[in-house]
């Protein structure tokens, strides 16, 4: 099993543009979320999905958008990119077999907003 | 939604000592609570994490304690190493939500050889 697999790992963007992280997971989790890691603030989650065609917001949703229309693939969209957005994105994904447990994190993008 | 304060930010130790990182929650009806460990440049990974309806538990040379009733909870590394160095997270998931894992700030953890 690969696991969970981000695209890109490093990525640089001028404002105003756009650009999509890809997520895929191997495991047949329904749980995938998208979290944003910034110097002293830990981990924030952005949205995140329970199963195809059904997600939500979490808790910095502004500016990302995302849709799932497959169990493996969860992809975050920044439709027009700002320096707000540079950060380490983070793609996690856990079963919702039984009690809630391990969320398992992709390698991370880095983005870069100038 | 679920506010979680983890103290300190920073924390270095001697190898061989041990470390303690404190966090607390707002919402008394979470019901569980992970920690994870991200050494640098690598993800984030589950080291250790404990139900509300269990005090403590251990894993070797961590532990991990709740207390309920003031809204706590703790790491314990004992017998620090080299590897033990790394930002550690603790989190919390709210019974009204568990779909919304909330993250502390994180603690950057050094042990001095």
């Known amino acids: 099993n690969a696991g969970v697999t981000q695209t890109p790992k490093f990525q640089v963007l001028k404002t105003g543009q756009s650009m999509t992280l890809q997520c895929a997971q191997d495991m047949n989790h329904e749980y995938m979320s998208w979290y944003r890691q910034d110097p002293g603030m830990g981990l924030r989650l952005i949205h995140y999905s329970v199963g195809a065609g059904i997600t939500d917001q979490g808790e910095v949703p502004n500016g990302y958008n995302v849709s799932r229309s497959t169990t493996e693939d969860f992809p975050l969209r920044l439709l027009s990119a700002a320096p707000s957005q540079t950060s380490v994105y983070f793609c996690?994904?856990?079963?919702?077999?039984?009690?809630?447990?391990?969320?398992?994190f992709g390698e991370g993008s880095r983005l870069t907003v100038l | 939604g679920e506010n979680v304060e983890q103290h300190p930010s920073t924390l270095s130790v001697q190898e061989g000592d041990s470390a303690v990182i404190k966090c607390t929650y707002s919402?008394?009806?979470?019901?569980?609570f992970p920690w994870y460990k991200q050494e640098l440049g690598k993800r984030p990974q589950l080291i250790i994490d404990?139900?509300?309806?269990?005090g403590e538990k251990k894993d070797q040379r961590i532990a991990v304690t709740l207390n309920k009733t003031a809204k706590h909870f703790s790491l314990h590394i004992t017998e620090t190493q080299p590897e033990d160095s790394a930002v550690y997270f603790c989190?919390?998931?709210?019974?009204?939500?568990?779909?919304?894992?909330?993250f502390g700030a994180g603690t950057t953890v050094t042990v001095r050889a």
């Open positions: 919402d008394s009806a979470s019901n569980y």
């Open positions: 404990i139900r509300s309806n269990v």
């Open positions: 989190a919390a998931i709210p019974r009204s939500n568990d779909y919304k894992l909330s």
């Open positions: 996690a994904s856990r079963t919702m077999t039984g009690p809630v447990g391990e969320l398992f």
